[in-house]
């Protein structure tokens, strides 16, 4: 089936060091979306990335989706406590239905 | 707050019973989807509605069935329970049909089974 792997499953870091999530699909996609869920929470969306090469930023938060559309990454510069939470990608791939990764969850230490 | 209505929050239920879950999309969202999310597990996709009718269908279980009613609200139903459908089931909403727009969460209901 179409799946698309996320990782790493869990990241601590330092406050003010950098974060990165991967997601990878063997399949091109449609367009890949990413959300974030804060601990006992729900998922909030963040962005969409939808062409070959695409990089966006929203302030801190660096999004990239490859040049062959197979993967994205997630870049978090100088993490802060407000960063901790669960970041998901959403794959999707043509066919009616997102399929989210497994999540990167990310802890900040003070 | 995302607009997104799910009832109830919370549900403490035995094995072999049959819950119902409600989703108020947002106002004027057409697409109302249902996910499942299993303790420290990511979301799996459980079936799409779009202006009543079903649009996809991802692992959902014969013993769930769901349905969009003409107000456009939604139900899930799960019946049968076994321990393993303890979860929090979110309903999300959006304005298009395909997967290209911006999801929109409720703050979903966590489902225990006794």
């Known amino acids: 089936g179409q799946q698309v792997m996320q990782i790493p499953q869990y990241q601590h870091v330092q406050e003010g060091e950098d974060f990165t999530t991967y997601c990878n699909s063997s399949t091109t996609l449609s367009n890949i979306q990413w959300y974030k869920q804060r601990p006992g929470g729900h998922p909030v969306f963040l962005i969409q990335l939808v062409k070959s090469g695409e990089v966006k930023k929203q302030k801190r938060l660096t999004f990239q989706f490859g040049e062959a559309k197979k993967n994205s990454s997630l870049h978090i510069t100088a993490t802060q406590t407000t960063d901790v939470g669960t970041y998901f990608c959403a794959a999707n791939f043509g066919n009616e239905k997102l399929t989210f990764g497994t999540g990167t969850r990310l802890t900040i230490i003070p | 707050d995302s607009g997104v209505t799910q009832t109830p929050k919370h549900l403490i239920t035995a094995t072999g019973q049959r819950v119902t879950l409600r989703c108020s999309p947002r106002s004027g969202d057409l697409s109302v989807y249902w996910y499942q999310q299993s303790l420290d597990q990511g979301l799996q996709f459980l079936i799409q509605y779009y202006n009543g009718e079903e649009r996809a269908k991802g692992n959902i279980l014969e013993r769930f069935s769901a349905q969009q009613f003409p107000d456009l609200h939604s139900e899930l139903n799960l019946s049968s329970l076994e321990l393993g459908d303890s979860a929090l089931y979110f309903c999300?909403?959006?304005?298009?049909?395909?997967?290209?727009?911006?999801?929109?969460f409720g703050e979903g209901s966590r489902l225990t089974v006794l």
């Open positions: 999300a909403s959006s304005v298009v049909p395909d997967n290209t727009g911006e999801l929109f």
